[in-house]
């Protein structure tokens, strides 16, 4: 194949592709490869272009090594953030007989991306899990020693430990009710569910903590009669997470209120649309953590989170859920006022 042939075959490829001569000047560049790395790029010396000591190796090494090809990471800066490549290079042997090389560059930054989240994840459920392995550990000791023969202090130990144990079981519980929501993200819910039913028996089940707190509960289950199409458990889980969080973050004697309505059209919905609000009247939640809220183990004080039995995963298991029935989550908050959480779910039609 001739250098031309080669040329006109990078133009039809996607990627940013270089075709760089024996001089290291690039001799033809795709239109991608213009696009990330600036126009105007043929003819001009391709260490000038990558300026990185990674990319910058690889080509010497095509040049003066007898290999045929290599690879290196390449980063591109931008104003809005990070892209990373994968540059890989190839020797060419066109007919002429000059030596070409072919650089190819693929955005690998969404796996780099999945990889890291993967880490971090790894690294947070071992910490979340380890809090409570050490005080178990910690009161195990103390019991084998010290307080053996302590009546007293052995029943108070055994109920922060059965507590401690607890929490590890609700971490678990999340932990698995997540992969598993994650897991048929993709499958469309079918069944036809009464929202009504769904907020009433999550109401029911949080009888007990409305009334701990002294929470007042403003709800008409009159005006809540609306036909979705969902899965009844995990709405019932999205909306226990919801009221839950406004039980506890409202503030002991506080007001909980409950909203249902019906909005014909919304942007981003193709059709009619049903809004539940769940308001609280507590401390509000500064607007700088708002965007993080739904990440998992992200809480705005993890020592209030985890004196209330909370494990940061509430609000990542309610945006899976949504996101499996095309609803949104948008959330509204003021310091000192209350926050708004509010559930955008389409209508069934
Ligand atoms: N209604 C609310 N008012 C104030 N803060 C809230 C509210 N709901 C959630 N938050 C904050 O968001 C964090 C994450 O919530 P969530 O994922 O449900 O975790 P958890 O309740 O287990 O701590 C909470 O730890 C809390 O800091
Ligand atoms: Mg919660």
Known sequence: MSV?????????????????????????????????L??????????????????????????????????????????????IFRMVLRKLQPKSGARVT?????????????????????????????????VLGGFIETLQTAA??????????????????QRMNRIVDDLLSLSNVEANEKVRPRDLIDLSDVIGSTIAALRPQI???????NYDPATS???????????????????????KYGGSGGTVTIRTREHARMPGFSGPVVIVDVVDTGDGIDSVH??????RFYRVDTHRSREKGGTGLGLAIVKHILNRHRARLSIQSSKGVGSTFSVQLPKDT
């Open 211 to 217: 009334e701990n707190n002294q929470i007042r509960l």
């Open 290 to 295: 708002l965007p993080r809220l739904t990440e």
């Open 148 to 165: 053996r023969d302590d009546v007293e202090a052995r029943l108070r130990f055994l109920d922060i430990m059965a507590k401690e144990a």
């Open 102 to 134: 072919l650089a190819t560059f693929v955005d690998i930054s969404h796996i780099e991306e999945a990889e890291q989240m993967r880490r971090d994840f790894v690294a947070n459920v071992s910490h979340e899990l380890r809090s409570p392995l050490t």
């Open 38 to 83: 600036g126009p105007n790029l043929a003819g001009q010396s391709v260490y000038a272009i990558i300026r990185q000591p990674d990319a910058t190796r690889a080509f010497e090494a095509i040049r003066d090594a007898n290999t045929s090809g290599t690879e290196a990471r390449f980063i591109q800066t931008t104003p809005t953030g990070e892209t």
């Open 4 to 36: 031309e042939a080669y040329s006109t075959l990078i133009m039809a490829i996607p990627g940013p592709v270089l075709l760089v001569g024996e001089d290291q000047r690039i001799m033809t560049a795709n239109d991608a490869a213009s696009e990330t």
């Open 225 to 247: 009669s609306h036909v979705i199409r969902g899965e009844r458990d995990q709405l019932i889980q999205v909306f226990r997470n919801l009221i839950e969080n406004a039980v």
